[in-house]
């Protein structure tokens, strides 16, 4: 995984400032100084430091996968979601993969509990929508992640509707979402008169 820039910046100080103490070091032992004991604390202490932030890359690394693995598995049960069960077990099987008080905050209809937000969204008032995805990404230290997606299908009057829109999602450690932050390129009305009226 790519490290950051201050991460790399970080790095290469360490790695630096190693080789500059062992170089010193060398050259006080050959001229019989007494700064050795000094030197080898300082080199412990810079060894230290490199050591934490290999470590901290390594976990930001895993965070990162396992929230877009959880993102890609999203995704997967939205391309075909009648292979998964019912609408119900549909909703809930999207439920698993975010916190239990995980919330979808949707800009213009409000913000509900995660799973209500996608069984609202493909299924509420008798709606019959598709949710199509067209790209994901996630962050470096896989605290955020987003979607790029398309709404359509028919909604609560019968009418067809269709929607572009961006979730930004956050993680937790795990990589399970705990936040879902909902948006539209498009004015709440024409939002609203989609899903809920004369449709686009």
């Not at 100084?33 to 202490?45: G, P, V, Y």
């Not at 009057?157 to 450690?173: Q, W």
Request: glycine share 8%; hydrophobic share 40%.
């Amino acid at each position: 995984m790519r490290a950051t820039h201050i991460e790399r910046h970080r790095w290469r100080r360490a790695v630096g400032s190693a080789a500059a103490i062992m170089l010193v070091a060398s050259a006080s032992a050959c001229s019989g100084t007494d700064s050795t004991e000094a030197l080898e604390q300082e080199l412990a202490e810079v060894t230290a430091e490199r050591d934490a932030l290999a470590l901290q890359s390594e976990e930001r690394a895993e965070r990162r996968d396992k929230g877009l693995a959880i993102l890609t598995e999203i995704v997967s049960i939205l391309d075909d979601p009648e292979s998964f069960g019912t609408e119900q077990e549909v909703a809930d099987l999207l439920a698993t993969h975010a916190t239990e008080d995980a919330v979808m905050d949707d800009e213009v209809f409000g913000a509900v509990n995660y799973r209500d937000g996608f069984y609202n969204t493909l299924y509420s008032d008798a709606m019959d929508a598709e949710i199509d995805v067209y790209e994901t990404w996630i962050s470096d230290d896989g605290s955020q992640g987003g979607v790029l997606w398309m709404w359509h299908g028919t909604n609560a009057e019968g009418n067809p509707f269709e929607l572009a829109g961006v979730s930004i999602t956050t993680h937790d450690e795990d990589g399970m979402i705990t936040h879902e932050y909902v948006t539209y390129p498009h004015d709440d009305e024409y939002v609203i008169v989609a899903a809920f009226g004369a449709g686009t």
